[in-house]
C-alpha cells in the first residue's frame, strides 16, 4: 500500500470515529425553589427561582428572598407595630391582619432555617445596619419573568367599578403602609381599586389609585396623606387625601 493511500485510510477511520462521538449533554438543574415576602409580609412561595434577584416585585408589590436577615428586620418591625397597637395607633383589624401575616411567615422561616438559627441572628441583628428592599438599576434591566396580574382590591370580592393601577403605585403606597397603618389608616383606604361608583367618585378608592407617573407620597397624618405632583418639575403642587374614617374639621357631629 502506497504512502498515500495510507494517510488516505487513517484520514478517513479517524473522521469516521469522530463523527461517531457525540458532546455529552449536561443534566438539567434542579429547581431552586424559594420564598418571597414583602414588606407588608405577603408570602410567595416560587417553585424556581435559580435566575431571580434578591429583591423582585412580584404582582405589584416589592419583595425579598426570605433570610434570617431578612426574618429578623420583619420582626423588628412587627414590633413597631406591637407598640403601635399598645399606645392605640394602630387599629385592632390592622394588627390582627398583621399578626397573622406574620405568624405565616415565622412558621416558614423556622421550617426553612430551624429556630435555633433564627434565635442566633436574632440576638445580634441590628435594624439600623440592615438595608431594607429595593429595586436596584441592574435587576431592574433584567426581564421580568413573574407571571403578573392586574392588582385588584379587595382580592376576594368583585365590585360594580374597578380603576386599574400601576405596580409603581402599590410600590409607593406600600413603601409607607406601616407609617400609615400605625396613624389609622386601614388597608382599604390605601390599596383598594374597587367601588360602587366609576372613579374618582365616591370614597372606596383608596390613595393606590392617586399616586402614578410623577405624584409622590409626602406627609403621612392621621387626617390626611399628601400627594406631590411634579416633585422634580420645579414647580410641584400638593393635594391632600382625606381619612373618611376619622373626624376632620369640616364635619360637624349631629345631635339626635
Known amino acids: 500500500m502506497s504512502l498515500l493511500k495510507t494517510m488516505i485510510k487513517h484520514t478517513a477511520g479517524g473522521q469516521e470515529a469522530s463523527a461517531g462521538c457525540e458532546t455529552p449533554l449536561l443534566p438539567p438543574q434542579p429547581p431552586q425553589p424559594a420564598i418571597y415576602v414583602s414588606t407588608g409580609l405577603d408570602i ?3 417553585e424556581d ?3 431571580w434577584p434578591e429583591d423582585m416585585e412580584i404582582d405589584g408589590t416589592l419583595c425579598r428572598r426570605l433570610s434570617p436577615e431578612y426574618f429578623a428586620w420583619l420582626r423588628s418591625r412587627m414590633v413597631t407595630a406591637q407598640t403601635a397597637h399598645k399606645a392605640g395607633k394602630l387599629p385592632e383589624d390592622a394588627w390582627n391582619t398583621l399578626r397573622q401575616r406574620f405568624n405565616a411567615m415565622q412558621e ?6 430551624c429556630k435555633e438559627h433564627l434565635q442566633e441572628v436574632l440576638q445580634s441583628f441590628s435594624p439600623k445596619n440592615y438595608q431594607p428592599p429595593a429595586l436596584r438599576p441592574e435587576s431592574q ?5 413573574v407571571p403578573r396580574k ?5 382580592g376576594n370580592q368583585a365590585w360594580k367599578c374597578k380603576q386599574p ?3 409603581q403605585a402599590v410600590a409607593k403606597v406600600d413603601a409607607i403602609r406601616e407609617e400609615a397603618m400605625a396613624k389609622g ?4 383606604r390605601l390599596f383598594q381599586n374597587q367601588g360602587r361608583f366609576r372613579f374618582p367618585c365616591g370614597e372606596d378608592y383608596g390613595l393606590v389609585c392617586f399616586v402614578d407617573g410623577d405624584q409622590e407620597i409626602g406627609e403621612v397624618t392621621e387626617r390626611s396623606i399628601e400627594i406631590i405632583h411634579g416633585p422634580k418639575s420645579g414647580r410641584p403642587s ?4 382625606y381619612n373618611p374614617d376619622v373626624p376632620q374639621p369640616w364635619m360637624k357631629k349631629v345631635e339626635d
Open 44 to 46: 410567595h412561595e416560587i
Open 150 to 154: 392586574d392588582w385588584i382590591y379587595p
Open 49 to 51: 427561582a435559580r435566575d
Open 141 to 145: 434591566k433584567k426581564p421580568v419573568e
Open 108 to 113: 416558614l422561616s423556622i421550617r426553612e432555617f
Open 238 to 241: 400638593t393635594l391632600r387625601f
Open 165 to 167: 393601577v400601576t405596580s
Open 185 to 188: 389608616w386601614s388597608e382599604a
